[in-house]
């Protein structure tokens, strides 16, 4: 197909997250000498046409070798087949001359590309939410919403509001494996509905993506008090909105969230199967979107990874800017370890930080519960110097726990025995599929069962790259849906190695 074979081209220069964000939304349909392509908004339109559409051209024209073959773009899903134009609504069609001449985009260093030109005022919404206001004029609150008819628990379940003071851009300590996502986060913080909007943050366990989305939360606060910034988890959500039907307040639950300047909603995984909760934040964020109000949101796996979510939201999860925060590397680890003990008033040996930060590798909240328990039982023994000997004393039992761990040389060899190949064979260059299987289950597990970041898992693995780690975790969760027998594979050795 046309279109897949442009994209392959296109692979090749631009990084996983732009493809995914602007490009793979996009359909194609080729007729006679036109590549039509097929937008699912107004938005990734007016995006792809500005920064995308020359290039797309050159490469279409060398594919086809064919100096004339034209490439429109309009709004359309999958499955529409009609005239280049539907009815009045002509598509955009680009120059060839500015095609020829134009440099390729790279769209991830100009913020000001993710603005959407074509946002419209509030006026055509519900009359119930009155005429609502650009993000940076302000919604007017005095605080939490509160419902005269309910009681105070009622109020807190049905209008959630939860944004912690404490998580700012300044407490949070960057490194290699957050820097995208915390400029992004700063960015929309400075330019809320406009930059990056919807801002996606996904990624494992405790690696700082609520952090994050509380310290955009509170940047727009010091900047405009009056802004109302509601954050609150989606279970909480989901929940509210059952408490709302259950008292009649349904109205009330929707003008409350449909009126703030940020929502921010954290696990957005948990909406998965909440049909009635999915199909009223799917409204709420369209009517937020379509007043240039910021919506911020959590997963711990990409939209289209998370099953049973309408196939509509997915598609306005990526609407926006996708990123990913994965595990810290071990100078990232050491400094957040410095920056906590710092603002205790205490001072950690560089021997020390090194040795929890790498024995503590799978995510922050651990090597922060690593570290309290240091400084717990520093209190209790009425001191302040911490030691080497006195952090293995006070973590040995955790140590114990972990020195029992599954390791990835022990998943390297029972993975190589269940499928009858080489442990060899698992970093070898070979692409077989009798080998790229069982190294992309070995991967997968050693991402679920071992404390190791993705670049250490690769490392391991012929020193393969993190993206490569990455595709295949993915690739298994995938695999293990659809093939009964991977599923199988993946089960046996999983509870083999726990046991």
């Keep these: 197909m046309l279109w897949s074979d442009c994209l392959k081209l296109l692979e090749n220069d631009l990084p996983d997250q732009e493809l995914n964000t602007w490009l793979r939304t996009l359909h194609g349909q080729e007729h006679d000498d036109t590549l039509l392509l097929l937008a699912p908004n107004d938005y990734v339109l007016k995006h792809v046409s500005s920064y995308y559409l020359d290039r797309i051209v050159i490469l279409v024209r060398r594919i086809k070798k064919n100096d004339s073959f034209q490439v429109r773009i309009q709004i359309g899903s999958a ?36 603005v959407n030109p074509n946002m419209h005022t509030g006026a055509s919404l519900s009359n119930n939410l009155g005429q609502s206001q650009p993000f940076n004029q302000g919604y007017q609150t005095t605080g939490r919403h509160v419902n005269p008819g309910l009681t105070t628990a009622e109020n807190q379940v049905i209008f959630a509001n939860n944004l912690n003071p404490s998580l700012t851009f300044d407490n949070f300590v960057e490194g290699k494996s957050n820097q995208l996502a915390r400029a992004s986060a700063i960015q929309v913080g400075e ?9 996606f943050i996904f990624g494992g366990v405790g690696l700082g993506k609520t952090h994050l989305m509380h310290a955009i939360g509170n940047h727009i606060k010091a900047h405009n008090p009056e802004a ?3 954050y609150l988890h989606s279970e909480r959500f989901v929940n509210g909105m059952v408490a709302a039907l259950r008292h009649n307040k349904i109205e009330e639950f929707k003008n409350y969230y449909r009126s703030v300047d940020a929502l921010l909603i954290d696990d957005i995984q948990f909406f998965a199967n909440k049909t009635r909760s999915m199909e009223e934040f799917f409204h709420t964020f369209n009517v937020l979107l ?4 910021q919506i911020i949101m959590t997963g711990d796996r990409l939209p289209r990874e998370v099953e049973n979510l309408d196939d509509r939201l997915q598609s306005r999860l990526v609407w926006g800017l996708t990123v990913e925060v994965e595990p810290p590397d071990v100078e990232t680890r050491v400094a957040i370890l410095r920056k906590k003990v710092e603002h205790m008033g205490l001072d950690i040996p560089n021997e020390v930080a090194f040795f929890i930060a790498r024995r503590f590798r799978s995510n922050i909240r651990d090597l922060e519960g690593a570290l309290l328990r240091v400084l717990a039982i520093l209190r209790l023994r009425n001191t302040t110097t911490i030691t080497l000997d006195f952090v293995q004393d006070a973590l040995r039992d955790q140590l114990a726990v972990m020195d029992k ?35 992309q289950m070995a991967m997968a597990l050693s991402k679920e069962l071992t404390n190791h970041s993705l670049p250490e898992i690769g490392e391991k693995f012929g020193g393969r790259d993190h993206t490569t780690v990455l595709h295949a975790c993915r690739k298994v969760r995938e695999l293990i849906q659809s093939d009964s027998r991977l599923e199988e594979a993946h089960r046996i050795l999983s509870r083999t190695l726990r046991s």
């Design 191 to 199: 330019n809320p509905g406009t930059s990056y909007n919807p801002l």
């Design 79 to 114: 499955d529409y087949v009609a005239p280049m134009a539907i009815g009045t609504e002509q598509p955009h069609i680009v120059d060839p001359a500015m095609a020829a001449a134009a440099p390729f985009p790279n769209s991830l260093q100009q913020p000001s590309e993710f």
């Design 405 to 439: 761990m599954v390791t990835i040389e022990s998943i390297k060899k029972l993975v190589a025995e269940h499928f009858n190949i080489r442990v060899a064979d698992l970093d070898s260059k070979s692409r077989a599929r009798s080998i790229t299987r069982p190294r």
């Design 228 to 230: 109302n910034v509601v």
């Design 290 to 293: 379509e007043c240039q109000k």
